[in-house]
């Protein structure tokens, strides 16, 4: 019992930390954006199958363990970095002053779309590549044997993110830009600040965490049609629970819902995954905005 | 009805009956799309109120597994649909109340979450659901008189025109009623609704049970005319399909979702399983041209070519 | 003296350090038709949202008849008969000028029952009696998009009285209307209101309108009531003068 329970706190600890890598950058999209990008969910399972193909195709090379790892930060860079830009520019930037309803109409779409293009091109069969965990071992944490890749890596890399975007919003110019658009777009407009780039780099940003998230996920995880859809609603809950566009929020909720359900998934796992939601109705119902969210002001 | 929807509604059923009796697999599928205009019309509520549901397949879900549940039990389907109505709208009220409070965003997003909530308890609590094989439909009476298939089948299509006039009548006088003119206020900005000494949140949780209650009414159809209901019913492409309807319909009009329904459901009989694998993409593609290009959709191209004109003549 | 109508008393809220209402007491009789004039940022408006609910005061009780009102949601202070117009109109834009009014004559009565047309038989000749009243027959069909700024106002002020009031709260009617509109609009307005027996209070700039229609005036200064009494009084005070009509001369020309 307490072995189990030990068991499923390390797995919360390792699946929280895929979770927030997507919420992270759902949040700050739609911190700077005002724009919830239904099809975030697709970008981690594109990166997670780019990533498979990538370590698939390193493991063929003489360089084969070493670059188990350095491929999947490659896989991040490669799909957010051409995915983010190109649909910030060719679709995005066409809706930033539409209805919010055609807004989420569009990146449905897009979701729609990128969700085939996975069928197409990795088919739906499912698809696992594990070089990255078996390059780093295994450790033993008292009674259990566990991968190093989730003990220390995912939430190694979460808690980097979390402090490292902390750092970039706080300490660096174009950090503080980001947050003076958030915070009040005409008078930073006003002030000379290119809006418009700050949304491409934004978008673009949140782009790659979300791959990163799919390439760190798909070493423990196999990839199969339905990836994409089941991260969007579960970091959608993470968000929400904590308050759109709440950074710091969204790790707290990441650790709540992630550990949640993986105490459903060893000692109830119909309820899998029910729990997540469950958990974000209830600090809905007393919290409407989130824990750490603040109502917006109804205009008169 | 005003005249210029009862003419092309009725032309229309004509049409669908004259079809369906040329070539016979086309009254299932004409049901089936009648089924999901039914659904769609409900979305069609909700997007007058600037408001989206990412998973209003549930209630599809919902109307066609409580078909599937009771059918051993109740054999008469002139007592099936209601039931499959009534669960409908039991679940949307209850849903509702928590929903209704939210706009845009959340909307859109709560709709898919409990969606896909309920997708997976449908796939997990095998005991009850029998998973992802499903359930078995046997052939209910109707009035009564336990059909053949073919004469089945008819009914159900000549069944489905009827409840799609009346239900069509009656939500275009819902929209001209009071509560139904005072949707778009919600997308706009709902605080004059309150200066007016009405709750935002009341009106649209009015829509939500109604396109709740259509759905569950949609899935009933549904589970009636296909006899076999699986987990997939509630899955987020069946939800986005009733968007992608309704968009593709046009919002301008209660015959929308019927005609959108119609032209989708015999292009996917051939594109679906021509691309299985792309048919998401095509649809998502065909949305995002009809967002950025033709917002009114088929209906609206139909006034431009058809009402425009005879009005110029 | 009869009894209040409306009763504010002790009114405070600041937003960050700005009092907005610093100890608001104010009285109002039926019947009587209330100016409230003050700088910008004095608390005019501030007031008429604590009274119709939209904000919360932080201090004071507001009573409506001799009910305490304070901190109700806009929605039960409306049914409760008080009304407000805005300084912008809020105007339902996705509709008609009858509509508009439809709406709120269908708002205070059948809005929740059956399927009947918004513009059934009943609300349309009781929204075309209101619009007779206001002058606005002309532009019954007209889209609430299509008007100019002070039909717009009347319609506004219309659709407030559709929910037939005890009280109206106006703010600002006549800016943004053409000076040589403004007596003609004022007229139309006051008669309504005075035909329907409507209490008024009404947040006004014009200083010519203030003293030809307004029984009483009430001068705001940061978040308190500088003086209060008939306008010929109050508008002859040197320290209202000083306090209002000075930033009100240029605001006039602005």
Not at chain 1, 22 to 37: C, E, M
Not at chain 2, 51 to 60: D, K, N, P, R, T
Not at chain 2, 153 to 170: N, P, V
Request: net charge neutral; aromatic share 8%.
């Amino acid at each position: 019992m307490t072995l189990l329970l030990f068991l499923a706190i390390l797995d919360g600890l390792a699946y929280a930390a895929q979770v927030f890598m997507v919420a992270v950058g759902l949040t700050l999209i739609f911190g700077v954006l005002r724009i919830l990008n239904v099809a975030h969910g697709s970008f981690f399972a594109i990166g997670g199958y780019v990533a498979a193909t990538l370590g698939t195709w390193a493991a063929t090379t003489a360089l084969a363990p070493a670059l188990a790892l350095p491929a999947l930060l490659l896989a991040a860079v490669l799909v957010g970095g051409v995915l983010g830009p190109v649909i910030e520019r060719l679709i995005l930037s066409r809706i930033y002053v539409k209805e919010h309803v055609l807004q989420l109409l569009v990146t449905f779409a897009l979701f729609m779309i990128l969700e085939d293009i996975q069928k197409l091109t990795w088919g739906v069969q499912p698809i696992f590549q594990d070089a990255p965990v078996r390059v780093l071992g295994q450790v033993e944490v008292g009674d259990i044997i566990y991968t190093a890749y989730q003990l220390y890596l995912l939430p190694g890399v979460a808690l980097a993110t979390l402090l490292g975007l902390m750092w970039f919003l706080r300490r660096t110019l174009t950090g503080r830009v980001i947050v003076a658009v958030t915070e009040d777009r005409e008078a930073a407009t006003a002030m000379g600040i290119d809006a418009n780039r700050v949304y491409l780099l934004t978008f673009t940003f949140g782009t790659v965490l979300a791959a990163l998230g799919g390439a760190l996920a798909s070493p423990t995880t196999s990839l199969v049609p339905g990836v994409g859809v089941n991260m969007i609603v579960l970091s959608f809950a993470v968000v929400a629970t904590a308050g759109l566009g709440q950074i710091e929020g969204a790790m707290l909720t990441a650790l709540l819902i992630g550990l949640g359900r993986s105490v459903a998934v060893y000692f109830a796992p119909e309820f899998e995954v029910v729990i997540p939601y469950l958990i974000m109705v209830a600090v809905l119902l007393v919290r409407p905005h989130g824990l750490f969210g603040r109502p917006e002001l109804r205009r008169v | 009805m005003d005249r210029r929807l009862a003419l092309p509604a009725f032309a229309g059923a004509a049409l669908v009956i004259a079809l369906a009796a040329s070539a016979p697999w086309l009254k299932f599928v004409f049901t089936i799309a009648l089924a999901k205009g039914l659904a769609v019309t409900g979305i069609l509520l909700l997007l007058r109120a600037g408001q989206v549901s990412f998973g209003h397949a549930l209630y599809i879900a919902v109307g066609a597994y409580t078909v599937a549940f009771t059918r051993p039990h109740v054999g008469e389907m002139l007592l099936l649909l209601p039931l499959a109505a009534a669960a409908g709208t039991i679940v949307g009220l209850a849903v509702g109340l928590f929903v209704a409070r939210y706009r845009d965003i959340f909307f859109g997003m709560l709709n898919l979450a409990f969606s896909m909530v309920f997708y997976s308890l449908l796939e997990k609590l095998y005991e009850y659901t029998k998973g992802t094989d499903g359930i078995r439909v046997a052939r209910p009476t109707i009035a009564g008189m336990a059909l053949e298939r073919v004469d089945y089948e008819w009914t159900m299509l000549i069944g489905g025109i009827a409840l799609a006039l009346a239900l069509g009548w009656l939500a275009s006088r819902f929209l001209a009623s009071p509560l139904g003119q005072a949707l778009p206020a919600i997308k706009t900005r709902e605080t004059r609704l309150e200066f007016a000494g009405i709750s935002a949140k009341r009106v649209l949780l009015v829509a939500y049970v109604i396109s709740a209650a259509l759905a569950g009414l949609g899935g009933g159809i549904i589970a009636c005319t296909t006899l076999h209901v699986t987990p997939l019913l509630s899955y987020w492409t069946h939800s986005g399909e009733l968007v992608f309807i309704a968009i593709l319909g046009g919002g301008g009009s209660v015959l929308g979702p019927y005609l959108g329904a119609i032209v989708y459901e015999l292009v996917r009989v051939y594109a679906a399983a021509a691309f299985p694998d792309g048919w998401q993409m095509i649809l998502g593609a065909v949305l995002l041209l009809i967002i950025l290009f033709a917002a009114r959709g088929l209906w609206g191209i139909y006034e431009d070519l058809v009402l425009r004109k005879g009005r110029r003549a | 003296m009869t009894a209040p109508l409306l009763s504010a008393k002790g009114l405070k809220i600041a937003f960050g350090g700005v009092k907005a209402a610093d100890g608001i007491d104010l009285d109002i009789a039926p019947g009587e038709f209330v100016a409230i004039i003050g700088p910008n940022g004095a608390g005019k408006t501030t007031f008429i949202n604590m009274t119709t609910g939209y904000l919360r005061p932080q201090a004071g009780h507001i009573h409506f008849d001799g009910a305490e009102i304070t901190g109700l949601p806009p929605r039960s202070i409306v049914r409760r008969g008080i009304a407000r117009s805005f300084q912008i109109p809020q105007l339902f834009t996705e509709h008609t000028v009858i509509e508009n009014v439809a709406l709120k004559v269908a708002a205070h009565g059948r809005f929740w029952r059956g399927l009947r047309p918004l513009l059934d038989a009943e609300t349309a000749t009781t929204a075309m009696r209101l619009l007779e009243q206001f002058g606005l027959a002309d532009v019954a069909t007209a889209r609430a998009t299509e008007l100019n700024e002070g039909t717009r106002k009347l319609t506004d002020i219309a659709m407030a009285m559709a929910l037939k009031p005890r009280v109206l709260l106006m703010d600002e009617p006549t800016s943004g209307v053409a000076s040589s509109e403004k007596f003609g609009i004022m007229d139309t307005l006051v008669a309504a209101l005075r035909a329907e027996g409507v209490t008024a209070v009404f947040v006004e700039h014009d200083m010519e309108v203030v003293e030809r229609y307004a029984d009483r005036v009430a001068v705001w200064s940061q978040g308190k009531i500088l003086a209060a009494g008939p306008p010929a009084t109050v508008l002859a005070d040197p320290a209202v003068l000083r306090e209002v009509i000075g930033v009100e001369t240029k605001h006039a020309h602005a």
